[in-house]
């Protein structure tokens, strides 16, 4: 089956470390995307790739970094410098930019700072 | 710009009673507009998507939107809730500088036996 895969589902951290979140998808898609999501405040846009080896800051890109070096995957590292990054992580896929196309998710990853 | 608002953060329905979940937009062009699910610990699922073809939009488990210019708006209905409804819904439109797809905030439903 096509789809978007995020691993680990939950992950813990300790204060000052950097963490990796991994993204898969076998759906062909050119763009690919990482959103934050906390209560209430909906979904919040951290990077996003069109092609392999480019990617544009979101709204929210302070404290993290990304890399696109294949078009299957788009790994999301959370670094120290992240003041609050206990949230749940969105990765998502497009077939292209176009607004009128919409986007395939993942399950998610729940990231909790101990 | 282009702007999603979603009216309550909370719903909460009786079993079988109408579903009715609000959503007005902003937009200086024709909106491309989505309704989303989103069941807890999960991922979002795309529920229906207006793309100017039809004002009335059938998406998935039984839910419609429909779209009114005049009015801004694309509320997501239900004619009668299930137990399974219950989730949290998220109203977007397309961005017209592409790849940047905006949210609103999103309205939980509940749904009560």
């Known amino acids: 089956d096509g789809g978007i895969t995020q691993s680990p589902k939950y992950l813990f951290r300790k204060e000052g470390q950097n963490v990796t979140l991994s993204c898969e998808q076998n759906l062909n898609h050119d763009a690919m995307y990482w959103y934050r999501q906390d209560p209430g405040q909906g979904l919040r846009l951290i990077y996003y790739s069109q092609i392999v080896n480019d990617f544009q800051k979101g709204d929210i890109a302070e404290g993290y970094s990304v890399s696109r070096e294949k078009k299957e995957s788009f790994p999301l590292t959370v670094t120290s410098a992240q003041k609050n990054p206990t949230a749940f992580y969105l990765c998502?896929?497009?077939?292209?930019?176009?607004?009128?196309?919409?986007?395939?998710f993942g399950q998610g990853t729940r990231l909790t700072v101990v | 710009a282009q702007s999603v608002t979603q009216l309550g953060s909370h719903v909460s329905v009786s079993e079988g009673a109408l579903v009715l979940l609000r959503c007005n937009y902003s937009?200086?062009?024709?909106?491309?507009l989505f309704w989303y699910v989103q069941y807890p610990n999960q991922g979002l699922q795309l529920l229906l998507k207006y793309t100017s073809a039809a004002t009335l939009v059938k998406g998935i488990n039984g839910f419609e939107a429909e779209f009114k210019k005049s009015e801004t708006s694309f509320h997501l209905t239900k004619p009668s809730a299930h137990m399974s409804d219950a989730a949290e819904y998220f109203c977007?439109?397309?961005?017209?500088?592409?790849?940047?797809?905006?949210f609103g905030a999103g309205t939980r439903l509940f749904v009560k036996a």
């Open positions: 977007a439109v397309g961005n017209t500088g592409g790849f940047k797809t905006i």
């Open positions: 998502a896929s497009s077939i292209g930019g176009q607004r009128n196309t919409e986007a395939f």
């Open positions: 937009s200086s062009v024709p909106p491309y």
